[in-house]
């Protein structure tokens, strides 16, 4: 184990790097990290997740996935599986800085749960397999993480297995994720030979023997010597061009010290210009103590982040991660259980305790806080207080979901939720016993409680409940879930895909009047339409105005749009929404008694639904990137077998001796691939697949 003499060197080296105040609580908040773990499937967050845990003393024994013994992969299904599929909160201490982890998936059909966890943290650690480098859903989280502004540092994996090459993996991150990434360490010795690493930093060696949790420290081995030294000048030059002081001290001095390279890094971890890189394997337990050395160095506190921004009532306000100031935090994960809620909140600002009532300013109405609770995977400790910077789960609140804000009753404020991806495969799910309908619409709406990227319908031609999510494994998941936490056999149905329609070709000044006389005021509303495709690959809808002369007042425009958006629900093909459209109000005519809001809006949805019929209609089909790997002697038969599913090969590599093939799928056509991959290649061969948007169906017509 770490020795306190240990722990306490390194809190001196790692704190001269931290900004410091005075006040008591600055300085608390300035040694708390909130971090998530990000990577593809299978690259190593659990057990990186897991060997920080017990570096920190969290845990007593190392917990190993295969086995089913990870802290935060805790569920059934996630240990019969050997994923995460549920983000998992945990808490540690490094160095006497606190630092709240979340542990997310990395299989795409769970990325809502990344998106959710990226919108609370203020910081990551991006794991990349040392054989496989950047793979499609690492480039997928890093771009999530980049629209959320959120540093990150990078922690190469796996440098004991076959094959692995620290300096290949860095060049897939700077070909495509583009960011400057800046080697910190070099690694000594290679695969199974490989045994600790060089700090370029500090010039000094690290080595782990054999059996050892902790690393011994030392100088420089003579053989590696030179090499570092190149990596270091490599990498005060690539901070030089990206820092300011270090360029000035590198053109001064030819050289920049420790204390200024540690300073740059940190900073331009946090401008996102850059990102440090380290290396390391977590199943060997080597490399751990120094990625949490560079957590606690270079990733930022919540005082380093912007304050927080919100409006309430049309007024934009801040608030700054204080706990003086009043209280704001937003819900990004809610546990719906039989016997009551745990809703997981990311305290902004201000101080909660046990029975305080807070204000949920989405919902309008008071709630109030039953319990406070640190969170360890599926255990927790009770406290009896949460400030700004914390994360922690509530009991008691009985009306918040996923993205709710919860204020101070005296200061509301409305945060911006985390978005939620449209589903894009369904199933029908019925009970198999016939007493357990209600039941299982119960189990439904929790389960939608917990995971916003789950819609429950009801079929309006079939009357059937038709459960929808982002792929086949989402849907598996939560059937399952209904059997085991909810106690319910259902009947699920073969899956299908969420269609779209888009204007091939558009039509223009198409006249609709609507006219309606029964007693009373009437209704009237007039209006000319053109309806055209917004182009290739463009989704969404444009509604412009072209109206002259005030032939149709404002207030009527926003009512036309209105109406347009309420057709958009249903297209003339198949019923499917519709996508990809610009509507332009040419024209109109209003009547002095008989025109309002409610029959402009009327006259909306008919007059689209209308020109929607008259125009020449494209169904569009959900379209995955599929990235196969396989033995080089079964290319042939997987090329084959993605040719007669429609598949579009867009790229093909060869990777120490298999087959990368990329190709462009249709989703519908994804449905048991797992299964004939396995059986063409013997079990050798793999994929992920990730969403890439819609594309025209094959037989999509062309209607008048």
């Not at 802290?71 to 996630?78: A, F, H, I, L, W």
């Not at 005021?521 to 809808?541: M, T, W």
């Amino acid at each position: 184990m770490i020795t306190d003499q240990q722990k306490g060197r390194r809190a001196v080296r790692t704190d001269t790097h931290l900004t410091t105040t005075t006040n008591p609580t600055t300085n608390t908040l300035a040694l708390v990290r909130n971090l998530g773990i990000l990577a593809h499937v299978d690259a190593g967050k659990t057990t990186v997740t897991e060997r920080i845990l017990y570096a920190t003393g969290t845990t007593h024994r190392r917990g190993e996935v295969h086995d089913g013994t990870t802290v935060t992969d805790y569920d059934p299904q996630e240990r019969d599986r050997g994923i995460t599929i549920f983000a998992a909160a945990v808490s540690c201490t490094w160095d006497g800085h606190r630092i709240n982890l979340i542990d997310t998936p990395g299989h795409v059909d769970f990325a809502d749960e990344v998106e959710r966890s990226l919108r609370v943290l203020d910081g990551a650690v991006a794991v990349f397999d040392a054989v496989a480098g950047v793979e499609p859903q690492s480039e997928s989280v890093w771009r999530q993480a980049d629209r959320h502004g959120v540093p990150r540092i990078a922690f190469v994996n796996k440098l004991d297995r076959a094959g692995a090459d620290l300096d290949a993996a860095v060049a897939s991150i700077r070909e495509r994720l583009h960011p400057a990434p800046l080697v910190v360490q070099l690694p000594i010795g290679a695969e199974d030979a490989f045994t600790g690493v060089v700090d370029l930093v500090r010039m000094r060696a690290l080595v782990w023997a054999d059996g050892a949790d902790t690393a011994a420290e030392g100088p420089v081995p003579d053989e590696l010597r030179e090499e570092a030294l190149g990596r270091r000048r490599l990498l005060e030059e690539a901070v030089a061009e990206l820092n300011t002081r270090a360029l000035e001290e590198f053109c001064a001095q030819g050289s920049v010290s420790e204390p200024t390279l540690a300073a740059a890094l940190r900073e331009v971890t946090r401008t996102g210009d850059g990102v440090v890189v380290l290396c390391g394997s977590a199943y060997r337990n080597r490399g751990i103590e120094p990625l949490l050395d560079a957590v606690v160095a270079y990733l930022p506190s919540p005082l380093d982040v912007p304050a927080v921004r919100g409006t309430y009532d049309g007024t934009e306000q801040e608030r700054a991660a204080d706990p003086q100031v009043p209280f704001a935090a937003l819900a990004f994960k809610v546990n719906a259980t039989s016997t009551g809620r745990l809703t997981y909140l990311r305290v902004y600002s201000g101080t909660i305790g046990k029975g305080d009532a807070v204000w949920d300013a989405g919902a309008r109405r008071g709630e109030r806080i039953g319990r406070i609770l640190r969170v360890q995977a599926d255990r927790h400790a009770q406290v009896d207080r949460a400030v700004a910077g914390d994360i922690v789960a509530v009991v008691g609140l009985k009306s918040a979901r996923a993205g709710s804000t919860l204020c101070a009753p005296g200061a509301p404020l409305v945060l911006e939720p985390p978005g939620a991806a449209e589903p894009v495969v369904s199933v029908a799910v019925e009970a198999r016993r016939a007493g357990e309908t209600d039941k299982l619409a119960s189990a439904l709406a929790r389960l939608v409680e917990e995971d916003p990227s789950l819609v429950v319908r009801t079929d309006p031609e079939t009357g059937q409940t038709v459960l929808s999510g982002m792929g086949e494994l989402h849907l598996e998941v939560a059937a399952e879930k209904l059997r085991r936490s909810h106690g319910i056999e259902v009947n699920v149905g073969r899956p299908r895909v969420s269609y779209r329609e888009t204007v091939g070709r558009g039509v223009s000044g198409l006249v609709f009047r609507h006219v309606k006389q029964d007693g009373g005021a009437g209704q009237f509303a007039h209006v000319v339409l053109d309806v055209a495709p917004l182009g290739e690959e463009s989704e969404g809808f444009e509604f412009r105005s072209a109206v002259v002369g005030g032939r149709v007042p404002q207030e009527y425009v926003r009512a036309v749009e209105a109406g347009c958006r309420d057709a958009l629900a249903e297209g003339p093909l198949g019923g499917h929404p519709v996508t990809g459209l610009r509507v332009t109000l040419t024209d109109g005519a209003t009547h002095v008694k008989d025109s309002s809001e409610t029959a402009f809006r009327t006259a909306g949805r008919l007059g689209l639904r209308e020109a929607l019929r008259a125009c020449a209609m494209v169904l569009l089909e959900p379209v995955a990137e599929v990235t196969v790997t396989v033995p080089e002697d079964a290319v042939g038969s997987v090329l084959g077998d993605l040719a007669a599913r429609r598949g579009r090969v867009t790229d093909s590599t060869a990777r120490g001796g298999a087959a990368v093939i990329t190709a462009t799928v249709p989703l519908a056509e994804l449905f048991g691939y797992a299964t004939r991959l396995r059986s063409r290649t013997q079990g050798r061969g793999t994929f992920t697949a990730r969403p890439a948007g819609y594309a025209p169906a094959p037989a999509a017509a062309s209607v008048r």
